[in-house]
């Protein structure tokens, strides 16, 4: 009895560092998806990042050479450069609805540009935002560059509203139609 008691310890002990193998290798794969899953946000989120803050500076370059004649002088420190120039420039305000559709019933609407980074924006405004999502336009020469903001909050100051947002994409999908500005 004792040598069948010895083999069936060294049996068992073997099954239980294969059942311990197992889960540790299924431990890993499920650690190493879930690493890779992150990753593959993280680049999403910074690729879409990169793009915003691409659109930004190519809005930053258009607005300077618009305004090139008011300031007469070099551009020395660009960020606060950038911001002088893109201070009241104008915007076009699309409401977007809450299927994330344009709707003809919300008219768009012109405004001016505020501040803008990669992450927030803030633009002034006459018309009332009725939606929680706007795409903003800037006409850039012959082309246009549009931001899909989440409006986060909206003020009311003298001569209309002020507003503020997360910048969520860039870019103007396809089958948008130029639209008609009202005011």
């Known amino acids: 009895m004792g040598a069948f008691g010895l083999v069936a310890a060294i049996g068992l002990g073997s099954l239980e560092r294969v059942r311990q193998a197992r889960l540790q290798r ?53 960020r606060r450069d950038q911001l002088e120039m893109l201070a009241d420039y104008p915007l076009e305000i699309m409401p977007i609805d809450e299927q994330a559709e344009f709707d003809a019933e919300l008219p768009s609407f012109s405004g001016v540009l505020q501040n803008i980074s990669s992450c ?22 012959q082309g246009r560059l549009s931001f899909v903001v989440d409006v986060t909050s909206t003020r009311q100051i003298d001569g209309g509203h002020s507003s503020d947002g997360t910048v969520l994409a860039v870019g103007v999908p396809s089958h948008i139609a130029e639209p008609a500005v009202a005011g």
Do not use: M, W, Y
């Open 120 to 141: 927030v924006v803030s633009f002034k405004h006459t018309e009332s935002i009725s939606t929680r999502t706007v795409l903003l336009t800037f006409q850039l020469g």
């Open 26 to 78: 299924s431990h890993d794969q499920a650690l190493q998806a879930h690493v890779e899953r992150g990753l593959a946000r993280h680049n999403e989120h910074s690729a879409t990042i990169d793009s915003i803050n691409s659109a930004v500076r190519k809005l930053a370059r258009q607005a300077a050479i618009d305004k090139c004649g008011t300031f007469g002088k070099p551009l020395r420190n660009r």
